[in-house]
């Protein structure tokens, strides 16, 4: 049963535009939420991540929108170029003065940046 | 941000024999690090969670004799996937989280590319 559920599962955005996927979970032991970029042939990078004790983070053309109420966070990529283009994956987990959590892993998004 | 290696990056092998994956994390110690299975255009399947110094717990469908977890060391995972077979061919992930500032973000190995002929 997917924890995690992602959106859209693909996405076209021209460059300079903004791109925004969405993720959406139910359990509320989660209170950790990373975001994965991957390319193919490679394994998944960190890219930013958030707690619910903020609403939002920015890191750079990333950011991450967080809905506490609603369990629904979100990355959007402002000013998108071709080398965003790439899956990106939301995840979460509980978070604990320990290592032991595993990520639950949305399905992924691809995205796509034309010139 | 930490780095996680894995070796070997791609690695073909006959039907039944045995391959041998490690995953190194380089600048921090991770008590538990993460063995992952992906597909082609798939999302990560979490396989088995490997603590250091005990036996790896195992994901319910996933064959812990088929595959052998090893975290022999604070630094050191390895993934043995005994037998293989053509159904095993994936590319296969560590990962660690590293506790260094208290947030436990988790760092992704490059992934290894298992083809089983």
């Known amino acids: 049963q997917q924890q995690v559920k992602q959106s859209p599962q693909s996405l076209i955005v021209q460059k300079g535009g903004i791109s925004i996927i969405n993720c959406a979970y139910e359990?509320?032991?989660?209170?950790?939420f990373p975001w994965y970029q991957q390319f193919p042939g490679k394994g998944p990078a960190l890219l930013i991540a958030?707690?619910?004790?903020?609403s939002e983070k920015k890191e750079g053309r990333f950011t991450i929108s967080f809905n506490k109420s609603a369990k629904q966070f979100s990355l959007h990529i402002m000013d998108s170029q071709p080398g965003d283009s790439a899956t990106y994956f939301c995840?979460?987990?509980?978070?604990?003065?320990?290592?032991?959590?595993?990520?639950?892993f949305g399905k992924g998004t691809s995205l796509l940046v034309t010139p | 941000g930490a780095v996680v290696s894995q070796h070997p990056s791609w690695v073909i092998c006959k039907s039944g024999t045995s391959v041998k994956i490690e995953c190194r994390s380089l600048d921090f110690q991770a008590t538990t690090m993460f063995w992952y299975r992906q597909f082609p255009k798939q999302s990560l399947m979490l396989m088995a969670t490997?603590?250091?110094?005990?036996?790896?717990?195992?994901e319910q469908g996933v064959e812990k004799d088929k595959f052998l977890i090893n975290h022999a060391s604070l630094t050191l995972s390895t993934l043995t996937v005994t037998s293989a077979h053509p159904e095993d061919s994936s590319f296969y992930i560590c990962?660690?989280?590293?506790?260094?500032?208290?947030?436990?973000?988790?760092?992704f190995g490059p992934g290894t590319r298992l083809t089983v002929t």
């Open positions: 359990n509320t032991a989660f209170d950790y």
């Open positions: 995840a979460a987990s509980p978070y604990a003065s320990n290592s032991g959590y595993a990520l639950n």
């Open positions: 958030i707690r619910p004790d903020v």
């Open positions: 490997s603590n250091e110094g005990s036996k790896a717990t195992y």
């Open positions: 990962s660690a989280r590293d506790p260094r500032g208290g947030t436990y973000e988790q760092y």
